[in-house]
T-cell receptor, first 115, second 113 residues
Framework: DAKTTQPPSMDCAEGRAANLPCNHSTISGNEYVYWYRQIHSQGPQYIIHGLKNNETNEMASLIITEDRKSSTLILPHATLRDTAVYYCIVRVGRGRGGSQGNLIFGKGTKLSVKP | DADVTQTPRNRITKTGKRIMLECSQTKGHDRMYWYRQDPGLGLRLIYYSFDVKDINKGEISDGYSVSRQAQAKFSLSLESAIPNQTALYFC????????????FGQGTRLTVV
C-alpha cells in the first residue's frame, strides 16, 4: 500500500473550515484514499473515503486531485469536538492475501480547533 | 452493544506473565486487525486476518501471537509480557477496501510492570 505524508499539526478557528492535506504521490490506480480520526485515546473513527471522485457525507468532504497524488479533507464548520488526530490512508481495493488491503496508519495530523 | 468489543479494557500484569487480549465483533466482517499505540505515536499493525484461515504478521509482530477462533473473534496473546509492551491496544474489523471504513474497538490499556 502507498504511503502518505501529512503535516504533524494544524490549528483552526471554531466555525471556520478545516482543510487537512495529504500527499500520496505513489498511489496506484486501485488504491482508495481513506480518512479516520482519533479523539484523545478512543478507537479511530472512519470519516470518509474515495477513489477518484470528490466525496461528501454528513461529516466531511474529500477532494482528490485529478492526478490522485494528493487529497484534502474538509470539515466545513469545525467545532471544538473536532479536535483530534486525523489519519489519511491509502488502501488497495482488491486482494486478500499478503499485505493487500492492509490498514497501515502513519502519525496523522493533530488538528486543534480553538475558540 | 458495541460493534467491536475488546476485553479487558484495562490490565496490569507482571513481566514474564502470559496475557490474552480478546476481541469480538458483530459486523460480520471477515477482516480483523490488532494494533498497538504508544504515547504520541500513530497506530502500528501487529497482526491481521482476512478470514479464519488467513493470518498474517504486521509491522511489529515479534513478541505477539494471535488466534482467530471464529469469524467474530480474534485474540492477541503476549506469551511473556515485557515492560516495553505497555501500550494501548486496538482491535478493528473491516469489509474489503472500497466498501465502508473499518470499525475499531475502544481499546485495551495494558501495563506491564
Amino acid at each position: 500500500d502507498a504511503k502518505t505524508t501529512q503535516p504533524p499539526s494544524m490549528d483552526c478557528a471554531e466555525g471556520r473550515a478545516a482543510n487537512l492535506p495529504c500527499n500520496h504521490s505513489t498511489i496506484s490506480g486501485n488504491e482508495y484514499v481513506y480518512w479516520y480520526r482519533q479523539i484523545h485515546s478512543q478507537g479511530p473513527q472512519y470519516i470518509i473515503h474515495g477513489l477518484k471522485n470528490n466525496e461528501t457525507n454528513e461529516m466531511a468532504s474529500l477532494i482528490i486531485t485529478e492526478d490522485r497524488k494528493s487529497s484534502t479533507l474538509i470539515l466545513p464548520h469545525a467545532t471544538l469536538r473536532d479536535t483530534a488526530v486525523y489519519y489519511c490512508i491509502v488502501r488497495v481495493g482488491r486482494g486478500r492475501g499478503g499485505s493487500q488491503g492492509n490498514l497501515i496508519f502513519g502519525k496523522g495530523t493533530k488538528l486543534s480547533v480553538k475558540p | 452493544d458495541a460493534d467491536v468489543t475488546q476485553t479487558p479494557r484495562n490490565r496490569i500484569t507482571k513481566t514474564g506473565k502470559r496475557i490474552m487480549l480478546e476481541c469480538s465483533q458483530t459486523k460480520g466482517h471477515d477482516r480483523m486487525y490488532w494494533y498497538r499505540q504508544d504515547p504520541g505515536l500513530g497506530l502500528r499493525l501487529i497482526y491481521y486476518s482476512f478470514d479464519v484461515k488467513d493470518i498474517n504478521k504486521g509491522e511489529i509482530s515479534d513478541g505477539y501471537s494471535v488466534s482467530r477462533q471464529a469469524q467474530a473473534k480474534f485474540s492477541l496473546s503476549l506469551e511473556s509480557a515485557i515492560p516495553n509492551q505497555t501500550a494501548l491496544y486496538f482491535c478493528a474489523t473491516s469489509d474489503p477496501p472500497g466498501a465502508f471504513g473499518a470499525f475499531f474497538g475502544q481499546g485495551t490499556r495494558l501495563t506491564v510492570v
